[in-house]
């Protein structure tokens, strides 16, 4: 992954990596489907976030990650990739006192999730260095968080689970 950094933007390495396609050039829809997904999480927040108030932001992440396991007709994995960016921000803006930032489909997943995490926009070489690191830790290696996960799930647990795992203290 550190050959794409820089190189090929968060929405197109994990297009490849959902689609199995290793070294072929992908379709702009294709690309784009990481995308769709933060504008469902957000509309899903007002079911997700009132079970987490008086919650640290961690533990209140936390939660709202395993409430996403209700989420059905759509794939797990994109659920997760868009749903994070958004319930993040969410739990940081109301911390700071303020309402939830919609999600901005005109922006690429670092961009935007800067934006919601921050409550504004974030400068061009923020945006590059986030998608560099998103792109770089795409599919790593075998660390703690990804043993917790891989733990997890080979119980039969769903994926949702699994995630909400690596969050646990």
């Not at 061009?124 to 996960?149: K, Q, W």
Request: charged share 20%; hydrophobic share 45%; net charge positive.
């Amino acid at each position: 992954m550190k050959d794409l950094a820089g190189k090929s933007s968060f929405e197109g390495v994990t297009a490849r990596l959902w689609n199995g396609a290793t070294g072929k050039l992908l379709n702009e829809a294709s690309a784009r489907e990481p995308r769709r997904r933060p504008r469902a999480a957000f509309a899903r927040l007002p079911d997700l976030l009132p079970a987490t108030r008086g919650m640290s932001v961690v533990d209140g992440f936390r939660a709202a990650v395993a409430g996403l396991r209700a989420e059905s007709g759509l794939e797990h994995e994109a659920t997760i990739v868009g749903a994070f960016p958004v319930i993040a921000g969410a739990l940081v803006q109301r911390a700071k006192g303020s309402d939830p930032i919609a999600p901005d489909p005109t922006l690429g997943h670092a961009a935007d999730t800067l934006s919601m995490l921050r409550g504004r926009k974030a400068e061009p070489r923020e945006i590059t260095a986030l998608d560099s690191y998103f792109v770089t830790v795409c599919d790593h290696g075998m660390n703690a968080s990804t043993f917790t996960t891989r733990v997890v799930a080979s119980t039969q647990a769903d994926l949702f689970a699994a995630v909400t795992a690596v969050t646990a203290r």
